[in-house]
């Protein structure tokens, strides 16, 4: 896919910094808010309290769904607002985990009021690996990428 179609979906990702999570909870939906941060191979980083039936979700099923939405405007129907929804697997990015200093600072560079949270031995970071993504620009705009696609567009993305 080229660069021109894939630059939207990259730039809503890095302007927007909250996500809705959605997880499976017994069995059913649920959907909470999740600040997140990019690595560059394309993960999603978050940062979780344990206490959070969101991680606990996650835990006993990694399958989950993020949803990024532009900022709502007036002259835009709310149908038409640019939206990206990344399927993927979370799993945890423990200290010893190779890519745990590299998501730790993107995550700090992100949400810098966050260091402090790092230090409370209930939070620790996920990575949230997409295998499909589904952009939609607005009206009659919506395309669908692979994982592998969408890492490679971020990759090949001007720096952020």
Known sequence: ??????????????????????TLRQGDPFVSMV??????????????????THTRDMEQHPGVSLLVMADRRPEVPAQALPRATLQGEARPCPPEAPEHAAARAAYL??????????????????????????FVGGFAQAWSIT???YAQALAAAAPA
């Open 1 to 22: 896919m080229d660069a021109s179609r894939t630059q939207p979906l990259i730039e809503l990702l890095r302007q927007q910094e909250m996500a809705a999570l959605g």
């Open 35 to 52: 600040p997140y941060a990019l690595l560059p191979d394309g993960a999603v980083v978050i940062h979780v309290s344990r206490l959070a």
């Open 109 to 134: 560079a992100r949400f810098p009021d966050s260091e402090p949270i790092f230090g409370f031995s209930d939070f620790s970071l996920f990575l949230v690996r997409p295998r499909a993504v589904r």
């Open 147 to 149: 994982g592998d696609g």
